[in-house]
Structure formats: structure tokens, C-alpha cells
């Protein structure tokens, strides 16, 4: 299963998850968030990508990270429209959109994201737009009818292995996991030791 660390900024905490080897790893472009970035950020290995993190953000700012960030990917947390997610894709980025997921999330709305798109990812619905550190009712998944693959977050944390091994084993196209606040010792300082070996456990699931 891939691993997405979210919410860093820090360059000395940065190099620490690098080496890691996560698949990617996320800078949050949103100014509302405390793991907001707004200076450079580093350049990392190829082998990992590099993620912006947008909440309706201007299609020009988008463009502007993507260049002076040199990101891979863009995750859009926000109610971005199918049309705007086709123009980011047009611009040579892997796309994530994000979707909140509350206890009756209608999972046929995403039917006209599934071309403009590579990955969903779902989050438990808050109003800061991800970031809670709170868990949805992962069973909701069940309910997920395509095949179009989907990163899970919203609150996982060290203590989540076993239900994580539980949802792996059930059809569902569970591609990657995105971790952030549950591993934090402070906004946008992560404990790499705490995902080195939450890492380990979900490379064997």
C-alpha cells in the first residue's frame, strides 16, 4: 500500500520523512491551514512525489506552485468543478481530488470526476477542510461502487493497523494511505520514528 505524508514545511524534518521513502509527500498551499507553506519549498528524489495541497485555489496560483514547487501532484480539497479539474490535468500533474465523507455521503455525485482525475481521496468532512485529525466511519466505503482507486484519510494514526489490514482485505480499491496530524509533534513537524514503523506494518498489508 503507498504512503502520502501531509502538512510538511520544515526542510530539516522534510530530509527526516525523505528518508523515510514515502510515495509522496505534501505541502499544503492553503492559508487557513497551520501547515501552510509559504516560502520554498525542497527539492526532494523523483522517486517521491511531490504533492500541493489547493482548497479553491486560482487556476494561476496552481500553475505558479507547480512551477516554482516542482510538484508531481496536486491534491484539490475544495469544490473545485470537473471543468477545473480537467484544466489542471491538462498542465502534466497527477490529480487527487479530495472529497469529505460524512455518514451518508452520496459516493454517485464523484460519477463525473472519474475521467478528470487519477485518484479520489476521502476525508472525513469538517469544516477546515481536512487536517481534523478526526476518523469517518471507514464502513461507509462499502458503499463506494467504482474501481477508480482512492487514497484514505481523516485521522489515521499508529493505533489503525489492524482495521487498516481489515479494509485491505475487502474489494474496495484502496490505493494509498495519507497521514498527517496523527503523527505530528507540532503543526507541520512530523515524528519520522512513528511513521518508520507505521510504515513497516502497512508494507505488509
Known amino acids: 500500500m503507498k504512503l502520502k505524508v501531509c502538512g510538511m514545511r ?46 479553491n485555489a486560482s487556476i494561476d496560483y496552481v500553475k505558479s506552485c507547480i512551477k516554482d514547487h516542482q510538484l508531481d501532484a496536486v491534491q484539490l480539497h475544495g469544490d473545485e468543478t470537473v471543468a477545473y479539474c480537467n484544466y489542471i490535468t491538462n498542465l502534466g500533474v497527477e490529480i487527487i481530488k479530495a472529497f469529505g465523507v460524512g455518514k451518508h455521503f452520496n459516493f454517485e455525485t464523484l460519477q463525473d470526476y472519474l475521467t478528470c482525475c487519477d485518484y479520489f481521496l476521502f476525508d472525513t468532512q469538517t469544516e477546515s477542510k481536512g487536517g481534523s485529525g478526526k476518523k469517518f466511519d471507514w464502513s461507509v466505503l462499502q458503499n463506494y461502487p467504482y474501481k477508480k482507486p482512492f487514497f484514505l484519510s481523516g485521522g489515521i494514526g499508529p493505533v489503525d493497523t489492524q482495521a487498516l489490514a481489515t ?9 494509498a494511505l495519507d497521514v498527517n496530524s496523527k503523527f505530528e509533534t507540532a503543526p507541520a513537524l512530523k515524528n519520522s520514528s512513528a511513521i518508520g514503523a507505521f510504515k513497516l506494518k502497512i508494507n505488509d498489508l
Not at 528518508?19 to 520554498?40: C, H, M, Q, T, W
Not at 479494509?167 to 490505493?175: G, I, N, V
Open 10 to 55: 520544515e526542510d530539516k524534518n522534510c530530509a527526516a520523512i525523505v528518508a523515510l521513502e514515502p510515495d509522496y509527500l505534501g505541502f499544503i498551499f492553503y492559508a487557513p491551514s497551520p501547515r501552510y507553506v509559504e516560502n520554498k519549498t525542497p527539492t526532494i528524489p523523483k522517486t517521491i512525489k511531490k504533492t500541493g495541497v489547493f482548497v
Open 167 to 175: 479494509l485491505k482485505k475487502t474489494d474496495l480499491p484502496l490505493y
